[in-house]
């Protein structure tokens, strides 16, 4: 069984980037669907921003990602997804985690998160 440790998180100014990643240990992903999801202080759910199929690669974003997140597999190391990010917005502060799947579920597998601050 894989597990996933998230990275890359910080500050950040408005309209900054971050390039998050999501790295496997005891396995590659390739044959994964690999999600990217955030909670926000004070609540409870995991938004989904990002997944990215299996096989195929089809790629889906939140609404509020579309346009200034892109996933993405990295080739070179089949244990890596990342999450580039854009355009950032203060709304998008929240702890970002990762999971082999598309609907978020709590599991020992995942990581403790990446904090993401977006702030002046």
């Known amino acids: 069984q894989v597990h996933l440790v998230e990275s890359g998180g910080g500050l950040v100014q408005p309209g900054g980037s971050l390039r998050l990643s999501c790295t496997a240990s005891g396995g590659t992903l390739e044959r994964y669907a690999i999600g990217w999801f955030r909670q926000t202080p004070g609540k409870k759910d995991h938004e989904k921003v990002s997944c990215i199929g299996a096989g195929d690669g089809v790629t889906l974003y939140a609404d509020s990602a579309k346009g200034r997140f892109t996933i993405f597999r990295d080739n070179v190391q089949n244990t890596v997804v990342h999450l580039q990010m854009t355009r950032l917005k203060p709304e998008d502060t929240a702890v970002y985690y990762c999971?082999?799947?598309?609907?978020?579920?709590?599991?020992?597998?995942w990581g403790q998160g990446t904090q993401v601050t977006v702030s002046s």
């Open positions: 999971a082999t799947a598309c609907t978020w579920y709590d599991d020992d597998r």
